[in-house]
Structures are given as C-alpha cells and as structure tokens.
C-alpha cells in the first residue's frame, strides 16, 4: 500500500514534494507528464522514457494503440528541477489545461509519483462511499 501526502498549491503553482518521498530518491530532476486535467506523473529523470511510462498503465496495447500513447506521453511530458526547498514548479502550459485548485494528492507509485487533483480525489472517494452504502443497502435483509 503506498501513502498519498496532501500538499497545498502556492500562488506560483508550487506544491512540496514531500521529504518521506524526496528522501528515496537521489536527483532532483524529474518529467513531469500531463495526464489529463486531474493527473500529472512526475517520473524519475534517469528512469524516464515514455515506452517506460507507458508500460506502467496498460500493457494490453496494440502495436499501434502504443505508438499513440507513447506520442502522447513525450509531447506531454518536460523535464523539471525541484528547487532548493523541494518544490515542483507546474509549467505554465500545464496550469492552463489543469483543474487543480488549491491542493493536490502526492502519492509514490512503482517507477513514478502521482500528483492528482485533491478535489478529484474527493469526487471519487464520495462516488466509492455511495457505491458501498447502496450496496449495503441491496444486501440488507428484508422482512
């Protein structure tokens, strides 16, 4: 099971990297990808390459279907340095296509660390929550 930090974003759309995290790996660069408007990947700068990336999420893929995501992933993806305070910078052309607010989830993966949209996070934990309890509710006896 991996543990998700909770990191607030700043007025220069910065969050902390937090240090349990920072303290496994030995570099300060990483490619940061965006995946989508709720979800950035930030990847080990020495092990990046986008068939590495790719692998991780679907490896059922067709030869073309691969070629696409992997497209995908390189256009997407740039390379960044945390700072001194172990800060990641989100990219301008990333702020504008993303809908992160004010705090985002951090989780460390196999290979990669997760930055997703707390807001996001919440949505899906709420839409798991009533899952359950109507599936309580379906499996309660009735008399």
């Known amino acids: 099971m991996y ?10 759309f910065r969050f902390y990297l937090p240090a349990s995290i920072r303290k496994n790996i030995n570099t300060t660069q990483f490619y940061l990808t965006f995946m989508n408007g ?3 990947i930030l990847s080990h700068s020495e092990n990046w390459s986008s068939k590495n990336l790719v692998s991780m999420f679907d490896n059922s893929l067709s030869g073309e279907e691969l070629k696409e995501l992997e497209y995908f992933v390189r256009i997407n993806s740039t390379l960044i340095t945390l700072d001194k305070e172990g800060r990641v910078q989100i990219p301008v052309s990333f702020k504008e296509k993303l809908n992160f607010v004010d705090r985002v989830v951090v989780s460390e993966q196999d290979g990669y660390i997760s930055i997703i949209s707390k807001s996001y996070v919440d949505k899906l934990s709420e839409a ?3 899952m359950i309890d ?3 509710l379906n499996l309660a006896p009735r008399f």
């Open 3 to 12: 543990q998700s930090y909770i990191s607030k974003l700043d007025n220069k």
């Open 128 to 130: 798991v929550n009533q």
């Open 38 to 40: 709720d979800n950035l």
């Open 134 to 136: 109507e599936r309580r």
